[in-house]
């Protein structure tokens, strides 16, 4: 049976994810649909393409993931279709999908007119557009057959994670609802011992393997489930007691003693 994932900053106090749901089980009947999450702060487009490549390389191969995360709804920007190995992505073309383009070495400006619902106005993207598209993939459409190849695909501007002869750099890509800071820095590149990490004007020098080895009152890192460095405060926020935010960068320094990377 297909497969479709959906995530959105639509909320839950709408109408709005019954209804796209509503149009892939009239157009693709028989379809699984998985809600990946829909509590997206509205327009974060970043928030939302970290949440999609955490959770889509669980999924079975054939999955269709849709998101609709769309500040420019209505407007000329594009729809955009990614292929990969094996799944399909579909999302506004606004950097959504960015930290999927390295599994994806095919992008499309997905555009079939024909296949559009008629619906009032310009506001319901999700619904009248992106639905029926995904609805088509579901069905057994080749992904060739919804518009053609591009190579400029909108990108984030965000600076990727950095290894230096003085250390690492990299930022808090995500804070979780227990208050975890989520970074991008691979957990790989950070060595045994020898290092000081410095974030939101804390310094961290403690690396445990799981929550219950945190010290009370004492942060430290760990490897999280997508394999990059989390910090964390045993039992607590730590997001509010730090004060910490997305975007924060996080560095991680070599000590006196000196360290670097393998």
Known sequence: MPILTLLTDFGLDDYYVAAVKGVILSLAPGTILVDLCHSVPPGDVELAGHLLAAAAPRFPPGTVHLAVVD????????????????????APDNGLLTPLFPACPTLRAADRPDLYLPGPGQTFHGRDRFAPLAAALLRGEPPASLGPAISDPVRWAAPP??????????????????????????SAWLPGSGWIARIAGNEVRRRVACYAEIPAGEAALLEGSRGTLEVSLRGADLARHWHAARGMPVRIFWNKEGCGPE
């Open 71 to 90: 500040p420019g709804v209505g407007s000329a920007r594009r729809l955009l279709l990614a292929e990969g190995a094996e799944a399909c992505y579909l």
């Open 161 to 186: 994670p950095r290894r230096e002869t003085s250390g690492i750099t990299g930022r808090i890509v995500q804070v979780d609802r227990f208050g975890n800071l989520i970074t991008d820095i691979p």
